[in-house]
Structure formats: C-alpha cells, structure tokens
C-alpha cells in the first residue's frame, strides 16, 4: 500500500501527562514535565575522512518536573524532600498519554538531584525537581491501570504484543535483550489483612503462558523494579496476572513493563 500523501498532524494534549514516584501519585502537582535522554559523543575520526565519525557512548537520562509547592508537613515537597540525594534510589516514572491500560509509560530507578523552591509575590509557590535515572530507563506500556480496581481473588490484565517489533502484519517475535517490570502499590479497600501479589507472565503463542517475573507479595504501599538482565529472552506476548487475600478488597496498582532495545545493531 501506498503512502498517504495528505498527512494529518497527530497531537497529544500534555494535560493528560501523570507522574510518580513510589507509592504516590503527584500528578495534579506539575505543569511542567521533561524526560531528557542523550548519549556521550565518542570520536572516532581517522585519517582521510572528509566528515567526522562520533559513536554514541554512555547514555543518561534526567526527569524535570516543574510545579506547585505543597509544604505542609506529609505532603509532596515533605516527602521528596526525605528522598532527595539519598544513596538507594526511588522508582519514578511517567505516563504522557494518561494511565489507560496499554497507554505508554518510561520508568526508571532515579536519584534526586534537584529539589529547589521559588516564591514571587504575584504567584503561586513553585517547585522544582531533577530526578536522574540510577543505571537505566525503561520506555514501554501499562499492563495494570489504577483506573480499574483489582477485585476479587484474583484477575489478569491487558495483553501487550511486543511493541518494539509489533509492525503491522508482522509476526509476532521474541525479544533477546532483556527489560523490566515495574509496580506500585497505591491503595487497599477494604478487606481483612489484605494482600495482593502481581506476577507477569510471558508466551510465544498467545495460549500458554510461564512466569517472567513476580513481584514481592504486598501488604502495604509501596513499589517494586525487577531488571530482566540482557539476555533475557521475553516472548512477544506479555500480560500481567494477580491475586489478593483478606477479600472483600479492592486494590488499586500500576504495573508496567518494557524490553531493552538492542543497542547492539
């Protein structure tokens, strides 16, 4: 088929933009968001070349988020203030898209770097946070939506097809290079005791699944990242499965997950 000629421009409203960091949601909180990535340039220039040779070397990544401040004690600017510039880092991430199952989302293991406070006479008390990325970053999907309560003793999620090789038409292939699972714990209703436990699984078909990886069982709030180290091999379909104790409960949680691009190629 041929290409379309009359484009139409694709736009996304930043107002559907979330963020995070651990247990907490600090969406509302933010105006500004800025996720930059960027390789160090490596020169690798030779005799009789006429144009210079870079390589990409290391990479790193920073997250900027810009706000209100909320100073009260217990209250966002309280909290990121116990974690700024700690030595283990917070699970932070984002979702530009809003937090629909299968919306994109970037997580990353991140120190904080930045946390600084501005006041003007005219205007609202404003913050400002740098939350750089401790190792790696992950760009991938939503498997578990906090827009929809787990309920009951037990469920599974949204089905993601490999989204770095799902071309349209194309077979559905495995990946090699490992990735990432991230979960949050947001809140438990009800209940007596309760626990939820959320477990990934992948399959090359479609029909049976085995597990890939499989969160620490919760009983509190609070978020958990598991590296699948290169090479791990993950199958091209991927979803996410649950089951919580101490029912009637309702429990609300984001899990996302991603594959490591090849940067070998």
């Known amino acids: ?20 960091v651990e247990q907490y949601l600090f969406g509302c909180q933010a105006n500004d968001l800025e996720h930059s990535r960027k390789s160090d340039k490596v020169p690798a220039d030779g005799f009789g070349q ?4 870079s390589l990409p070397g290391q990479q790193e990544a920073s997250l900027k988020v810009k706000g209100m401040a909320v100073l009260d004690r217990g209250q966002i600017n309280w909290q990121m203030h116990q974690w700024a510039g700690r030595k283990s880092p917070v699970n932070a991430w984002f979702a530009l898209e809003g937090l629909q199952a299968l919306q994109p989302a970037t997580f990353q293991p991140s120190t904080i770097m930045d946390h600084s406070v501005t006041a003007k ?16 970053y992950y760009d991938g999907t939503i498997l578990l939506s906090p827009q929809t309560l787990l309920t009951g003793p037990s469920g599974t999620g949204s089905l993601d097809l490999n989204p770095l090789n799902g071309i349209t038409g194309a077979t559905p292939t495995a990946t090699t290079t ?8 947001w809140a438990f209703d009800g209940g ?6 959320v477990t990934v699984q992948h399959s090359p078909d479609g029909v049976t699944y085995t597990n ?16 699948l180290p290169n090479p791990t091999t993950i199958n091209p379909y991927v979803q996410a499965i649950w089951t919580a104790t101490g029912t009637p409960t309702d429990v609300q949680v984001l899990c996302m997950f991603a594959r490591t691009p090849n940067l070998s190629l």
């Open 1 to 20: 088929m041929p290409i379309n000629l009359d484009q139409t421009t694709q736009a996304f409203l930043g107002l559907n933009a979330q963020w995070g």
């Open 192 to 197: 007596t005791a309760p626990t939820v436990t």
């Open 50 to 53: 006429p144009v210079k040779n």
């Open 212 to 227: 890939l990886a499989v969160f620490n069982t919760f009983s509190t709030l609070g978020s958990q990242l598991i590296k």
């Open 121 to 136: 006479l005219k205007d609202p008390v404003d913050v400002t946070w740098e939350l750089d990325a401790r190792g790696a």
């Open 178 to 185: 490992g990735g990432a699972v991230a979960l949050h714990v």
